[in-house]
């Protein structure tokens, strides 16, 4: 109980001192490796439970064993000891070897799982472009060949474990044999007193052997140290910046003024890369100041300096003429409030999201801050107002509300200088209309600096910075700047309609909060599971299945033999001595070899049950990962909406139910299988020696049963204190992953404390369940303990009033011992059922999922499709959402050829009808032909094969670009294809440049590339399979100036001779379109092109006047 309780404490502060100095180091640390300190935090601080657990008290009282063990043997007979010190030490070495090789098949094992999870993140991240893109075979088979990989590894591991355990039972029998017939031998030559037999061969040789069991436990107390080695490293690390955190002079006012210097600047992990050079530049108090550019010029790097991220690596920054090294770093971002392009909301309720830019500020405080930001109105209205809890990464609210609640938390602390760094850039027009509004509210009365690279939201700012490539083209007013005809100039003139930007996307992975959607009936209907008999079904089908199931029950029931019949030939070691001495030798060579021959049958009898138990495990199993699998590839993207079959909670599925099952099958199902028939053996054989000792223990085996479900009674009871140490772990992640907006709202020692205070209500909840265990445990071990004792006196009893030998009630007195230390860990495993039953129900609720569009079946006609395309009276709404109809009676007709451009409100349909095309989703009422074939009847995978999709975000697998571009291609392409689809793309020239071209891997999500460039690549994707229909949504909305005219050029060139459709709120974008669709409310209500659509007046002409 006191380790128990010193190590939770002990874990409990090291987390905490951990969290804190993570939150304090520089911005430099977690560039080099965020993941590594998140691993960290996730995983080493949880290992180093090891050094302070009961592992410890175990290995300790183990030890303390073993030494008692030899000063006893060594008194009683010298000889005799070091004989089995000498053959238990070579036993152990041995076992020791074999369970260090199976530690690597395991390490082999873990990273073929590790790359199986990779792949399914991949495809349920990225669900529409995997789909589109037809790429269900393409994964099915690296998924296939991968899991396979595992399976054939994690039977390696089960193999060497098995043999590990069986060479264990084999030593066992090995030591016995030789210190008995050694001891016979001494005997003989009256050189050892036989009284001593049964105390030598317990006391010395079942401790050091159950150092065997004892071994993974050291292995864990190594990678224990090994973590804290890390952790303690981490905490003792002393960086300039950590100590200066809290130094520093804090002047009695804030001058708003800041001047660079000769700034120079290198990122830490791009020092070959200089990103600024030598730059000055002056913000003045009360004005605004725009700084614009194309990508890479350094914009963003001025706020990251600005707000103490980083530290320049020459030159000066002062703010209100003092050095900016030289203030306090929490007093000076008390005084400045950012807004970014992305705003980090924490998966908690908006009013705490708010207080994080100010920790101490009171509601009323909050809601001033909320109303300035033009977020009161809405967070009103939801239900639980401004305690709605807004999800991870605030996935409950759209774009436009988290950045109006990520802007009220910037100015709730009334900063003196706001800065702006690309606040509207990502979002659709009319959330952009409504977030600029409050920034220009949040802004009076501030010094504001504005980082853009749309010239539509700098025109009114004081003086407006140009940069490029990290230097300052040009400086001065917007008017200024136009007439020189300059940097600034050449910007703005690609860029001078795209002020009347509008709205387009209505983007379908949002779920607003205000939305509720009561999914409840289909959830208990999706959880519904086959019987009980189908759990075999992909295991009965094959009769070598069969076979390995005979093999491995039979192995297993003879395995279970052992104990009795073990300590039935114990009792005859110690019974031989009784015999005359002339008969001794003879008798002992019979007994030597009746345990050699127990050895060796148990040897092979362990091994077959490990590994086939093992193989019916894998086969089983391997074969529900494939059908799962193949299952979510095949899928209707309409499933997803629904609770419980989001991907990322698919995701959490096939990774974590596989170890559960795996926990309580194979091997554990044999070793429990074992148990039972050890009871029964067990008992049987204490009937046949002694029925009235038999039935005296069995009333007290029966109670220690009983001790041992209430000892796992009580740790179920941890459950709650362990809900609480998974949600500070998460929390505490969370915090990790988004350090920089935690230390731009100098809220460090807020969150700290809300994580501290987590951790002590963890505390609090497991102290009473640690009670309740270590006295159930005590109680245990005094039971067996006293229980022997009683045993053994009841016993003496029976011997002198019966023809009981001594040496039988032995036997019977510890084969009932062995078989209760058995019932501990036989109970802990079957514990572990109810939780793997949950986890076999939800991987059979995915497998046998009913679905209405299985794209893997070769159903359907194959037309040739030319690209006529019509909408007929489309009806449709989400399934999560069917009282919201999103298209109503849509009528739309686009012919072969033709580029139609969508235009239209947030909600209008624009993106529904691209997925409708898709057959992501299927219309409630209506039609849609192609080429006057309905949609419903051409085969999905050939349907999508025909078309191109070309999204705002692309996805790019972690792949070569070479793989990314040949994605979903069931032919063989030839590399003459490739490069022609990648001109076309106008990356081919970008691609040769790399030192691998085709050949160069992505990174994960296209990574160690720019927006620009994974665009490009997702156009020659497109182009590559030479659609007859070309879809666009939002394709170029993200990107700046430079990349954008870039990737615009490659898709008017995608789309020559090809049906295009295109999603878009830029002018420049459609008005080349040939017919322009304006849609309002679900329902086309003007088309035409540009030119006539302006001469009408009508809502198109509203869209882009207003």
């Known amino acids: 109980m006191a380790s128990e309780i010193a190590s939770r404490n002990i874990i409990a502060n090291i987390k905490t001192a951990y969290l804190s100095k993570m939150l304090s180091m520089e911005s430099s640390w977690y560039d080099k490796s965020q993941e590594q300190f998140v691993n960290i935090l996730a995983h080493d601080l949880q290992k180093m439970v090891a050094l302070f657990d009961s592992k410890v008290m175990n290995l300790t009282e183990m030890i303390s064993g073993i030494l008692f063990g030899l000063i006893g043997g060594l008194l009683l007979s010298w000889k005799v000891a070091l004989l089995t010190l000498g053959t238990t030490s070579v036993a152990i070495t041995i076992t020791y070897l074999i369970l260090k090789e199976s530690k690597k098949k395991e390490k082999t094992q873990q990273q073929y799982i590790r790359e199986c999870t990779k792949i399914a993140s991949e495809v349920l991240g990225n669900v529409r472009t995997f789909a589109a893109y037809s790429g269900e075979y393409k994964e099915i088979e690296r998924y296939r060949s991968t899991l396979m990989m595992a399976s054939k590894h994690r039977l390696k591991h089960a193999t060497a474990i098995s043999v590990g355990k069986a060479f264990n039972h084999f030593a066992t029998c090995i030591c ?102 030598d730059l000055t530049l002056d913000i003045e108090p009360g004005k605004v100041t725009a700084v614009v550019g194309t990508s890479g010029a350094g914009k963003s790097t001025i706020v990251s300096l600005i707000s103490r991220l980083y530290d320049v690596t020459a030159g000066q920054i002062l703010i209100g003429g003092v050095d900016i090294k030289k203030l306090n770093v929490s007093w000076l971002r008390n005084q400045i409030g950012v807004v970014g392009q992305e705003p980090t909301l924490f998966d908690i309720s908006i009013e705490e999201n708010i207080r994080y830019g100010k920790t101490n500020a009171t509601l009323e405080e909050i809601m001033e801050a909320a109303k300035i930001s033009y ?30 609640i990520a802007i009220a938390r910037a100015i709730v602390c009334k900063p003196k200088l706001l800065l702006l760094d690309e606040a509207t850039s990502s979002l659709d027009c009319h959330s952009e209309g409504i977030v600029q509004e409050a920034l220009d509210n949040a802004m009076r ?30 400086k001065g007013p917007h008017s200024e700047l136009m007439e020189l005809g300059g940097y600034y100039y050449s910007l703005a003139k690609i860029q001078e309609l795209e002020e009347k930007d509008q709205v387009v996307t209505i ?44 093999l491995a029950v039979l192995s297993t029931a003879s395995t279970a033999t052992f104990v009795p019949i073990f300590f039935y030939l114990f009792g005859r070691f110690c019974q031989s001595f009784t015999y005359p001495k002339e008969e001794l030798n003879r008798i002992a060579l019979t007994e030597v070899g009746y345990l050699f021959a127990l050895g060796a049958i148990i040897f092979f009898s362990v091994v077959l049950s490990g590994v086939m138990s093992t193989v019916v495990t894998q086969q089983w199993l391997g074969k529900l990962q494939k059908k799962v699998f193949n299952k979510i590839v095949s899928m209707d993207l309409s499933w997803f909406d629904w609770s419980g079959n989001s991907p990322n909670e698919c995701l959490e599925i096939m990774t974590k139910s596989p170890p559960l099952i795996q926990s309580v099958t194979g091997d554990s199902a044999a070793q429990v299988f074992i148990f039972m028939l050890s009871v029964i053996f067990t008992i049987g054989h204490s009937f046949f020696v002694s029925t009235s000792v038999t039935l005296a223990n069995l009333p007290i085996l029966l109670i220690f049963i009983i001790i041992n479900c209430l000892r796992l009674k009580t740790r179920g009871a941890d459950a709650r204190s362990a809900s609480l140490t998974t949600t500070s772990t998460k929390m505490a992640t969370e915090y990790v992953q988004s350090v920089k907006t935690i230390q731009i709202l100098n809220c460090q020692k807020y969150v700290v404390n809300q994580y501290q205070d987590m951790l002590l209500r963890s505390k609090r909840e497991a102290f009473v369940s640690i009670v309740l265990y270590a006295a159930v445990f005590a109680s245990s071990v005094s039971l067996v303990r006293s229980a022997m004792g009683v045993l053994f006196i009841y016993g003496s009893t029976v011997i002198a009033n019966s023809n009981v030998r001594g040496t039988s009630l032995l036997s019977v007195v510890f084969t009932l011992n062995s078989v209760a230390l058995l019932t501990g860990p036989a109970l802990m495993l079957i514990s572990q059922y109810p939780t793997a039953r949950q986890a076999i129900n939800q991987l059979y609720r995915i497998a046998y999922a009913k679905n209405s569009l299985n794209i893997l079946t070769d159903r359907g006609i194959k037309p040739k499709i030319s690209g006529n395309i019509v909408f007929q009276d489309i009806t449709f709404s989400y399934p999560t959402r069917d009282k919201m109809q999103v298209l109503k009676k849509m009528n739309l007709k686009i012919d072969e050829g033709m580029t139609v451009a969508l235009v239209g409100d947030s909600g209008s349909g624009k993106s529904t009808i691209v997925s409708l095309l898709e057959r992501f989703y299927l219309p409630n009422e209506g039609k849609i032909l192609i080429d006057g074939h309905d949609i419903n009847d051409i085969n999905v995978r050939y349907l999508r094969s025909q078309m191109g999709l070309v999204s705002q975000e692309p996805v790019l697998f972690d792949m070569t670009i070479k793989e990314n571009i040949i994605y979903g291609m069931e032919e063989k392409v030839t590399m003459d294809k490739i490069i022609e689809a990648a001109t076309i793309a106008n990356i081919h020239n970008f691609i040769m440049k790399l030192p691998q071209a085709y050949d160069t891997p992505v990174g ?43 990737v615009q050029e490659a898709l008017e060139n995608a789309s020559v001779g090809r049906t295009t459709i295109v999603i878009a709120h830029r002018l420049s974008t459609i008005r080349k379109a040939d017919k322009i669709v304006v849609l309002q409310s679900g329902a086309v209500v003007e088309e035409g092109n540009h030119e006539q659509l302006m001469e009408r007046r009508g809502h198109y002409y509203h869209l882009l006047c207003r």
């Open 375 to 404: 977020a009161h109105g809405f967070i009103e209205k939801l239900p639980s107002g401004y305690a709605s809890i807004v999800g991870e990464s605030g996935i409950k609210l759209s774009g436009g509300q988290k950045q109006r």
């Open 1004 to 1046: 994960e999500r296209g990574s160690k590339l720019s927006g620009g460039q994974k665009q490009r690549i997702a156009i020659a994707r497109a182009v590559l399979r030479n659609p007859k229909i070309l879809l666009l949504d939002e394709a170029t909305s993200a990107l700046d100036t430079e990349n954008e005219k870039a």
């Open 176 to 277: 016995y044999l030789a210190a008995y017939y050694f001891s016979v031998r001494l005997y003989l030559l009256d050189d050892f007193n036989p009284g001593y037999i049964g105390f030598l061969l317990t006391s010395q040789i079942n401790p050091i052997l159950s150092c065997t069991y004892l071994l993974a436990a050291i292995s864990d107390l190594n990678v224990a140290i090994d973590s804290a080695y890390r952790v303690m490293r981490f905490l003792e690390a002393e960086t300039s910046y950590g100590k200066s955190i809290e130094q520093g002079i804090e002047p009695d006012t804030f001058e708003a003024r800041v001047s660079f210097r000769n700034v120079q600047f290198f990122y830490p992990t791009s020092l070959n890369t200089k990103v600024l050079h």
């Open 507 to 550: 983007k379908r992975e949002s779920v607003h909060i205000e939305e509720f959607v009561d999914t409840t009936p289909f959830v208990e209907k999706s959880l519904e599971v086959p019987k009980d008999d189908k759990i075999l079904e992909l295991s009965r089908k094959s009769i070598k299945m069969m076979v390995v199931w005979f």
């Open 445 to 474: 009365g501030r010094t504001t600096v504005i980082i853009a690279h749309r010239m539509s939201t700098v025109k009114k700012a004081d003086v407006i910075y140009a940069m490029k490539e990290g230097r300052v083209m040009e």
